[in-house]
């Protein structure tokens, strides 16, 4: 017989998402996109910094790099009865759209000599409105496209896009800063976004509208599903502690960096350098984790990676703290692919845009408000002090969870699971 190596890729978890015949003519729009997007996470600030006054430049960075995600929130109540019941690909369609119109503003702006940090900043926050229910849509087309055993998978391929796009993003936003600009820049970000609504919008059948049922729906009905759902408020409730908690590394990590290890920015960035090479592996290994029990393995991934923060907070030498960050982003990068399968297994496809997307309206609060924390932390008891309490609050948060998950489940099946209680578990 052959080995599953001679019949690679076919053997591959992710052959049936790459060569599924509309998915693969999305994918190459998806990845383009990330990579601007990638870029933006430079150019924003960048752009932030010359637009602002000397003296208040901290205050519009923050404000610029705040604008362009969290008014997604806002969005997902604003629109939720002219989106919900549409299409994956309708929502991801509209959110790139709107992405790039509003970014491609700011070079016209600039371009007209009417570019105004308070333009500027408006214009992100315009972007950004969508953000919830586009990144809904993508999780939903899935979703509608595929069987559930090949969900994961898919759920793997779209985070290691975007765990790509963070790697070569920044860098290649250097470059093109020092040539042409921040400006433009952004204004490539906004292109990126109009090919990608172009590619849905040719590589996937129209959808005859928002479901007859979905009509008049409440503004609130995805956080009532989630609320009603205990499966998906725990997972709520557990991806919300998860990224709250590390919230404070993106204040104490640079501190730690200067204050602690007196080195510069340049060890910073190998630090997150590692991170995202490995959340780029840990991307492409969340697709093999199919077989596993997705609960448990989520949960798993909590107490994984505090464990594996630790290093960090407990002074290791960097010779132990590097390659252990770089352990945690690998650990950190299946998180997003096993939760978003367990939401598109726990809702059905009318009720999921609305749930993703009021899943992610509190998800985008979570970690600014923990970085938010973050200052007064570091402050009262100091970064490495900080980074330890994270990490420790993260793995107890994981085995707290871990902890109700096994009594609830020994309370509902005495005599033995269910069916549909099997059907959770896995």
Do not use: K
Not at 409 to 419: D, E, L, V
Request: with cysteine; charged share 10%; proline share 7%.
């Amino acid at each position: 017989m052959p080995s599953d190596a001679s019949r690679f890729p076919r053997s591959s978890p992710y052959w049936p998402v790459v060569s599924h015949p509309q998915l693969r003519r999305v994918l190459p729009g998806l990845a383009v996109s990330a990579l601007g997007d990638g870029m933006a996470v430079v150019a924003v600030t960048w752009l932030a910094i010359q637009l602002a006054p000397h003296s208040q430049r901290g205050t519009w960075i923050a404000l610029a790099m705040a604008a362009y995600t969290l008014p997604s929130a806002a969005g997902t109540v604003v629109f939720a009865r002219l989106l919900r019941g549409r299409s994956g690909a309708q929502l991801a369609g509209w959110d790139a759209i709107l992405r790039a119109g509003a970014l491609a503003a700011i070079p016209l702006a600039h371009l007209t000599g009417v570019l105004t940090i308070w333009l500027y900043v408006f214009l992100l926050a315009a972007s950004a409105l969508l953000h919830s229910w586009g990144s809904a849509g993508r999780f939903t087309l899935i979703a509608e496209l595929l069987p559930q055993r090949h969900h994961l998978p898919a759920n793997a391929v779209l985070a290691s896009i975007a765990g790509f796009a963070t790697i070569v993003g920044p860098p290649l936003a250097g470059l093109l800063i020092a040539w042409i600009g921040p400006v433009w820049v952004i204004a490539i970000d906004a292109a990126t976004f109009a090919a990608l609504a172009l590619t849905y919008r040719l590589a996937l059948p129209a959808n005859g509208g928002p479901r007859r049922s979905e009509r008049g729906a409440s503004r609130t009905a995805g956080f009532a599903v989630i609320r009603q759902n205990p499966a998906l408020l725990g997972l709520l409730v557990l991806s919300l502690g998860f990224f709250f908690l590390f919230g404070p590394v993106y204040v104490a990590m640079p501190i730690h960096i200067t204050d602690d290890l007196h080195a510069s920015a340049t060890l910073l960035g190998v630090y997150y350098t590692a991170f995202g090479v490995g959340g780029l592996v840990g991307g492409l290994v969340a697709g093999y984790l199919r077989g596993w029990p997705l609960r448990t393995t989520t949960i798993g991934i909590v107490v994984a990676f505090g464990i594996t923060m630790l290093p960090l907070g407990l002074g290791a030498p960097i010779g132990v703290s590097l390659p252990a960050f770089a352990l945690a982003g690998l650990i950190w990068a299946p998180y997003m692919s096993t939760s978003m399968a367990l939401f598109q297994r726990s809702a059905s496809i009318a009720q999921l845009p609305a749930v993703l997307a009021a899943n992610g309206a509190i998800l985008v609060l979570a970690v600014p408000l923990g970085t938010m924390l973050g200052g007064p932390l570091v402050s009262a008891i100091g970064a490495r002090p900080t980074l330890l309490l994270c990490a420790v609050a993260i793995a107890a948060l994981g085995l707290a969870a871990g902890g109700i998950a096994i009594s609830r489940r020994s309370a509902r099946s005495p005599g033995g699971p269910t069916g549909t209680e099997v059907s959770a578990r896995r």
